[in-house]
């Protein structure tokens, strides 16, 4: 039996066509990395990152910008930047922050944050 597999219309999901014409489809599972810093998701969590998506799944960082965030795309991942002020104490700027780390959210919808 040969199993033919190929990206699906539903994103996030593989549909399989079997040689004998059933079809199955299987949920291709989220991870996303996040931090305040692409040096530290570079440094710190790229040999997990590695890990996982040798396991299938599919791997997004989400960091604010900088250098080692092309690093990460160099290795086939997928970045997401999120704009913020490290030192910031601002409150109402801390706040969107956490607005646009929820819209990515809820737009990656990840199986593992």
Same mark, same amino acid.
Request: with cysteine; hydrophobic share 45%; glycine share 8%.
């Given at each position: 039996?040969? $199993? !033919?597999?190929?990206? @699906?219309?539903?994103?996030?999901? %593989?549909?399989? %066509?079997?040689?004998? /014409?059933?079809?199955?489809?299987?949920?291709?599972?989220?991870?996303?990395?996040?931090?305040?810093?692409?040096? =530290? $998701? =570079?440094?710190?969590?790229?040999?997990?990152?590695?890990?996982?998506?040798?396991?299938?799944?599919? !791997? !997004?960082?989400?960091?604010?910008? @900088?250098? =080692? /965030?092309?690093?990460?795309?160099?290795?086939?991942? #997928?970045? !997401?930047?999120?704009?913020?002020?490290?030192?910031?104490?601002?409150?109402?700027?801390?706040?969107?922050?956490?607005? #646009?780390?929820?819209?990515?959210?809820? #737009?990656?919808?990840?199986? $593992?944050?």
């Amino acid at each position: 039996m040969v $199993l !033919v597999v190929r990206l @699906g219309q539903v994103p996030g999901r %593989i549909n399989a %066509i079997l040689t004998s /014409g059933v079809h199955a489809s299987f949920a291709i599972m989220r991870a996303i990395f996040f931090a305040n810093t692409d040096w =530290y $998701l =570079y440094n710190f969590r790229l040999p997990f990152a590695r890990y996982l998506r040798a396991q299938g799944w599919d !791997v !997004v960082f989400v960091s604010p910008p @900088g250098v =080692y /965030g092309d690093r990460l795309l160099g290795e086939g991942y #997928r970045c !997401v930047q999120l704009p913020m002020m490290r030192r910031s104490l601002n409150p109402v700027r801390e706040l969107l922050v956490l607005h #646009r780390l929820r819209q990515i959210y809820a #737009r990656e919808r990840p199986d $593992l944050v």
